[in-house]
Every structure is written in structure tokens, then in C-alpha cells.
């Protein structure tokens, strides 16, 4: 864990893949600082993240079928790009990391 949520750790972690994803929604450091930098976060709080986590699945553009519908599998592959563990339409990850089942 870190020690601060003032702004992203910026931690890398090699396991089976090496990542510096952090938060509930395995934020990149890049995408953590566009995103927070688009919706004017001032921290790495929780609320913030999920914040910018909407942002990121506005970008994508399934922002409307998620309110609409949820997180079908449609939705999931959409947002597969954005988060490696979400099943691509191959149902596998787009990345190439383990993923996680609807």
C-alpha cells in the first residue's frame, strides 16, 4: 500500500507483468495526469478517483450505455482498452494480463 493519498505513488510492481497501476481503477500514472488534470482533481482520494474513472469511461464513449444498461458485455469491451482485466470481445484481455469475469 502507500502512505499518502495526496497524488499518485507512482509505484512499480513486477510480478507476472510489471505495472505502476494504483487505486480501485488501476490508474496509470499518464492516465491518472490526464485525467485529473481534465476533471481538475486535487488529490488521489477515493472520490476523485472515482471521478476520474467516469472521465475515462466518458472518453471511451460508454458513458451513456453504461447508465443505460450497466456493464454488459458490450460495455465491458468497449472499456477493455482502458482497464487490462475487463474482457475484450475476444474474451480475453486486450493487454494480455489475466481478466476478470463479468
Do not use: C
Not at 502507500?2 to 492516465?31: C, K, M, N, W
Request: hydrophobic share 40%.
Amino acid at each position: 500500500m502507500f502512505s499518502s493519498l495526496e497524488r499518485h505513488p507512482e509505484i512499480t510492481v513486477r510480478r507476472r507483468y510489471t505495472s505502476a497501476a494504483a487505486g480501485a481503477d488501476q490508474f496509470l500514472p499518464a492516465t491518472w495526469r490526464e485525467a485529473s488534470r481534465k476533471v481538475a482533481l486535487q488529490d488521489f482520494s477515493a472520490p476523485n478517483q472515482d471521478q476520474a474513472g467516469l472521465y475515462l469511461v466518458e472518453r471511451r464513449g460508454a458513458l451513456a450505455a453504461v447508465v443505460r444498461s450497466g456493464l454488459g458485455g458490450t460495455v465491458l469491451a468497449q472499456l477493455s482498452r482502458e482497464w487490462a482485466s475487463l474482457p475484450a470481445s475476444h474474451g480475453g484481455s486486450y493487454y494480455g494480463q489475466p481478466v476478470k469475469s463479468r
